[in-house]
């Protein structure tokens, strides 16, 4: 398995443009998890989905901040319109969980993201 | 609100110079403590899973043990291989909350 692919892999934009991230998870995985990391605030869960339905999108940030998992092997997360303010690297990560939390996750390489 | 905390922020070691990282957390109804490994520029990679204290796990030059309010990574003679950050997150359900981490250096 390639494990967890999530592009681009770096991406710099301009304040106020359109920012998609994608990601595809493992085959078979049931969950995914959307985090942005910074230097300030460490790893944060920004929302998940099971089964491709949104379950927690509680750690969104703002309204500018949307996502999607149309089916069972993507899902997209939208900057919109962006701000210098939103610069950090944004992983995915995706698992399969039978009745516990049984093992960790799987997280992506990550996207890199710089506004300026 | 569930929290987690490292211990300490940055550790510096001698090749062969056994040590441990602290991960304290608050969390109701722990589900299971995690240790993940992150290397510059990559996603955290996972180390081991701990659900009850008491409970240790062990792979190569790590351990990990786990207390009820408390978890600990020991490193044993470590390489400077090991030289990564170490994240510790606990998980109330499918939601981790994870620590700062701890940036580990091993000197040859």
């Known amino acids: 398995d390639a494990g967890v692919i999530q592009s681009p892999r770096h991406e710099v934009t301009e304040m106020g443009q359109e920012v998609t991230l994608r990601c595809k998870p493992i085959s078979g995985h049931d969950y995914l998890f959307w985090y942005r990391q910074t230097m300030m605030r460490g790893l944060e869960l920004l929302i998940y989905f099971n089964n491709n339905v949104p379950i927690d999108d509680s750690g969104m940030p703002e309204d500018r901040f949307s996502a999607k998992m149309p089916n069972a092997s993507f899902s997209t997360l939208k900057i919109q319109p962006s701000e210098p303010r939103d610069s950090a690297v944004y992983f995915c990560a995706s698992g399969h969980i039978l009745q516990e939390p049984n093992y960790g996750y799987t997280f992506g390489s990550g996207t890199r993201l710089t506004v300026v | 609100e569930d929290q987690v905390t490292q211990s300490p922020e940055a550790l510096r070691l001698q090749e062969g110079e056994s040590s441990s990282l602290n991960c304290s957390y608050t969390v109701s109804g722990l589900r299971g403590l995690f240790w993940y490994r992150q290397d510059p520029g990559k996603g955290p990679e996972f180390l081991f899973t701990?659900?009850?204290a008491g409970e240790e796990k062990e792979k190569e030059r790590l351990k990990a043990t786990l207390t009820k309010k408390e978890s600990f990574l020991h490193i044993t003679a470590p390489k400077p291989e090991d030289s990564a950050t170490y994240l510790c997150?606990?998980?109330?359900?499918?939601?981790?909350?994870f620590g700062p981490g701890t940036r580990l250096s091993v000197l040859p």
């Open positions: 997150a606990a998980s109330s359900g499918q939601n981790f909350v």
């Open positions: 701990l659900y009850s």
